[in-house]
């Protein structure tokens, strides 16, 4: 039980850049909703000290909202389903809550309603004008321990430009300044359709409908479906177990060419993939698919400046795939068709894509995936019979040091539907792997024996 003390509005400490700035078409198709954060910390012998560490976090962001003052703005609906932002230094909102909880009642921090309640709530049923873009809520628990869980307007920033914002928060927290190299860059225009507009030049698959469950015209059944959350574990020794597994090709396949290696991520995704859908006991010509938000900042040529603040993150999917030839084909077939839909996003696909989405006169059905439970109002239900799993295994997250030491644990606040799945970096910093699932709660208890039982020692 969460009890809410306290709610302040952080205004930027210095006057900003007024007006609208104008969102990229990538901006345009994220969700409009707030990616939800926690970041757990142990007890320490300062942070029951109530007033410093609060007025610390208060002043460091107000501070922190100055070079980063888009997040004090406000959204407004414009055209086409899309919206602009308003950079009127309305501020950010940040409260206090306190649990009689102790930390160890939360076991893994996996997303249940327990850690859901630790995440600050936005009132999607009021005006979208009146929406703070950036929440925080700093939960005490009776042990010491802290949570600072954060709403973050996905509409506005992607995991990298959230993460790059957290540790210029967590320096300032700290006492120190930020270095001219630190500083964001706002102008998202940069990723405007050239001129005269290109039409698109691919078929970008990774806009068409997902896979529908044989037999069925279309996903409300299986968005009704009870799901619950958890998170598996997956050491480095059987992190490179499956890399080794995924990395072996078989003699009658050797026409695959495999230019470097599967990753950590195309080897763990895959298997988990291939597990899912064996608990599913679907039928062997059941078509599946598999989607990732693939970050493309370095990919574009010329690369985005370095602060790049904003979205630059493309949902890329899998080829036609059915359950028979995922589960009957080496792993190296799953890893494959992951590796197939990373390379497929070049510059010019990049690009083009960009392109697809300033062709469509209302972009509201491109977003799909909102940061609300259940919600049954998406035009794209990415469950059963198919997975998303994003990578946060490069985010920096755990340099989240506000003056009283790194996290314990990062992970989402929320996981919102059935297949939706996040592979992070653990805190112990050894190679090992965590995974933040939501799946059917049938399925559940099948696809952890099959993850583990499946698993190469």
């Keep these: 039980m969460v009890t809410l003390k306290s709610t302040s509005t952080i205004f930027p400490s210095k006057t900003t850049p007024g007006g609208v700035l104008q969102l990229s078409e990538n901006d345009q198709i994220m969700q409009w909703t707030h990616a939800p954060l926690i970041c757990i910390y142990k007890t320490t012998s300062d942070n029951n000290e109530k007033p410093t560490t609060l007025e610390t976090l208060k002043d460091s962001l107000s501070r922190a909202l100055v070079p980063y003052y888009p997040l004090a703005g406000r959204l407004r609906w414009i055209h086409g389903g899309r919206l602009e932002l308003h950079c009127n230094a309305k501020g950010a909102q940040l ?91 706002h102008d998202r225009t940069i990723l405007r359709s050239s001129e005269p507009f290109l039409p698109p030049r691919f078929e970008h698959i990774e806009f068409t409908k997902p896979p529908l469950l044989l037999g069925h015209t279309d996903a409300k059944e299986e968005q009704m479906k009870e799901t619950c959350a958890t998170i598996l574990k997956v050491s480095k020794e059987q992190v490179e177990g499956l890399r080794k597994k995924a990395n072996e090709i078989p003699h009658q396949d050797m026409e695959m060419v495999v230019t470097r290696p599967y990753s950590r991520y195309e080897a763990v995704a895959s298997h988990l993939w291939r597990c899912i859908c064996k608990a599913r006991v679907s039928d062997n010509s059941q078509p599946t698919r598999l989607s990732l938000g693939l970050d493309y900042r370095s990919r574009l040529k010329p690369s985005l400046p370095l602060g790049y603040f904003g979205n630059a993150v493309l949902t890329t999917v899998t080829s036609k795939c059915v359950h028979g030839d995922l589960l009957s084909k080496p792993h190296s077939y799953a890893a494959g068709k992951i590796r197939e839909a990373i390379e497929r996003m070049t510059d ?110």
Excluded at 111 to 130: F, H, M, Q, R
Excluded at 385 to 401: A, K, R, T
């Design 95 to 185: 409260s206090e809550a306190y649990s009689e909880a102790k930390l160890d009642e939360l076991g893994d921090f996996a997303p249940t309603k327990a850690v859901e309640d630790l995440v600050p709530k936005v009132d999607y049923g009021s005006p979208i004008e009146d929406w703070p873009l950036m929440l925080v809520q700093v939960t005490r628990f009776s042990c010491g321990g802290l949570c600072v869980g954060t709403a973050m307007s996905h509409t506005l920033v992607d995991g990298w430009s959230a993460a790059k914002f957290f540790n210029a928060w967590t320096k300032l927290a700290r006492g120190d300044e930020l270095e001219e190299n630190e500083m964001p860059f």
């Design 348 to 457: 010019e696909y990049i690009r083009s894509a960009l392109d697809f989405i300033t062709s469509q006169e209302d972009v509201s059905a491109m977003r799909s995936n909102f940061h609300i439970r259940a919600y049954t109002k998406t035009p794209n239900f990415l469950g059963n019979p198919n997975v998303s799993v994003g990578s946060w295994i490069n985010l920096p997250f755990y340099g989240m040091d506000y003056g009283w030491g790194k996290p314990i644990y990062v992970g989402p606040g929320l996981l919102n539907d059935d297949g939706k799945s996040f592979i992070m970096s653990s805190p112990s910093a050894d190679g090992s792997l965590l995974i933040a699932l939501r799946l059917q709660t049938e399925y559940m208890d099948s696809l952890k024996k099959f993850f583990y039982d499946d698993m190469p020692w």
